[in-house]
């Protein structure tokens, strides 16, 4: 298992300047505890992540590794109104961008063969 959450939440702590003492204080669990689901060591209960959702104000499937969309306020419907609000010139944009995206993902450089 790669630890996503631990990762995810280590790096949410380094970026906002947050010592593992100070965010354990507020989650309610010990430093120790902290540190040890930083490290995959511990997997803590589903309230604790959302506690931690909450404190550090990103999306509990994101911070879970389930999604790659890390703000709280977004999801699909919020996303269809944003495209539908475009105007036709750009919403062919997006489309291809997305499809383009796809094909990205479907396709990982990493199989692409360098002939040089």
Known sequence: ????????????RIETNRTQEEVSKEIKVTRATLSRYETGEFEPPITTVADLANYFNVSLDWLAGNSEIRDPNIN???LLELYNSLPSEHKIQVFTFINYLKYLNDNPLDNFVNDS
Do not use: T, V
């Open 1 to 12: 298992m790669d630890n996503i959450f631990g990762k995810r939440l280590k790096q949410l």
């Open 76 to 78: 699909s419907h919020k």
